[in-house]
Nanobody, 121 residues
Framework: QVQLVESGGGLVEAGGSLRLSCAVS????????MGWFRQAPGKERDFVAA??????RTYYNDSVKGRFTISRDNAKVYLQMNSLKPWDTAVYYC????????????????WGQGTQVTVSS
């Protein structure tokens, strides 16, 4: 089992920055990649970014390229979010995949509880 706990969400003005953290515990060796997803009210959960544990290779949704950066250390995964826009407002979820990095929610086996990010205009 893998346990994931997100933190770092909050309210920020447009153009501002936030850094999300995801603390990973449990059998982290069983996960080969980590991802960040987000879900706005009434919408589906969308891929934001992913990173492979082995080599740190990263993947991004086109809508956040150049603004968001995913990174990891021994037991945490981060999402640095710069130049935030009102449409970035959502609950952000951290997820762990045993099967490799993917853009699809169905590829992820473990999920955190989510952290709210609200960007005011």
């Amino acid at each position: 089992q893998v346990q994931l706990v997100e933190s770092g969400g909050g309210l920020v003005e447009a153009g501002g920055s936030l850094r999300l953290s995801c603390a990973v515990s449990g059998r982290i060796v069983s996960s080969s990649a980590m991802g960040w997803f987000r879900q706005a009210p009434g919408k589906e959960r969308d891929f934001v970014a992913a990173i492979r544990w082995s080599d740190g290779r990263t993947y991004y949704n086109d809508s956040v390229k150049g603004r968001f950066t995913i990174s990891r250390d021994n037991a945490k995964v981060y999402l640095q979010m710069n130049s935030l826009k009102p449409w970035d407002t959502a609950v952000y979820y951290c997820a762990a995949s045993r099967g490799g990095a993917s853009y699809s929610t169905t590829s992820y086996n473990y999920w955190g509880q989510g952290t709210q990010v609200t960007v005011s205009s």
